[in-house]
């Protein structure tokens, strides 16, 4: 059975500029949930959907968002990047997401913003 | 909100010595689940521990759930230098989609 899929896993911008990332869950998987994690704040929680709805969302500002298609592949985009933004963006996968099922997370996609 | 302490932050290990990292939750857990990261990784779960004074065994690995569901621990005898990462603990936030609150997890160093 396939892993959490993360794309792309290194990626490097430019402060003003906007990123988006994807993220294939576990076959079967309908809820998937976004996490920052930078070595000062830890795991972070951004958002999460399941059934192509949000959910869930955690306190960081609207240029954060994400969305999540009928095949259950989700995207978070960061508009306006800024330095404070590089981080390991960790996105996570469960049955349903009410922490009842355990959390597979991905390989991460670590983002510097220069 | 919901808030997780682990403790301790760092633990310098000689192999074969044995290692423990203890978490506390401000609130009841329904469950706690373990995750271990390697440097340079991304967390991989361990374990998820359901009942009040729950004890699970992984190998050389020991997990114990508080009898309130508020606290738990692990323990790891005889590390070895493949124990080396962070270990975090992380409890579901009630009713709250997909969220999980993390500990600050406990970076274990194993000298050879």
New interface residues.
């Given amino acids: 059975k396939a892993g959490v899929t993360q794309t792309p896993r290194y990626l490097i911008k430019t402060r003003g500029q906007q990123v988006t990332l994807s993220c294939s869950p576990i076959s079967g998987h309908r809820?998937?949930?976004w996490y920052q994690q930078t070595p000062g704040q830890?795991?972070q929680?951004l958002?999460?959907?399941?059934s192509e709805t949000q959910?869930?969302k955690?306190n960081f500002p609207g240029r954060f968002s994400g969305r999540q298609f009928s095949n259950s592949r989700s995207e978070m985009n960061v508009s306006t990047l800024e330095l404070g933004d590089s981080a390991?963006y960790?996105c996570?996968s469960?049955l349903d997401?009410?922490?009842?099922y355990?959390?597979?997370?991905?390989?991460?996609s670590w983002l510097t913003v220069v | 909100g919901q808030q997780v302490m682990q403790i301790p932050q760092y633990q310098h290990v000689q192999e074969g010595e044995d290692f423990t990292t203890y978490c506390n939750s401000s609130t009841t857990l329904s469950n706690i689940q373990w995750y271990k990261q390697r440097p340079g990784g991304h967390p991989v779960f361990l374990i998820q521990l359901v009942k009040s004074g729950e004890v699970k065994k992984q190998k050389r690995l020991t997990f114990q759930f508080g009898e309130a569901k508020k606290n738990s621990s692990l323990h790891i005898t005889a590390t070895q230098t493949t124990d080396v990462g962070t270990y975090f603990c992380a409890g579901p936030g009630g009713t709250s989609y997909g969220k999980l609150t993390f500990g600050q997890g406990t970076i274990l160093t194993v000298h050879p």
């Fill in positions: 809820s998937v949930s830890g795991l929680f958002f999460e959907y399941f959910r869930n955690g390991l960790l996570a469960s997401g009410l922490g009842t355990t959390i597979y997370f991905g390989e991460g």
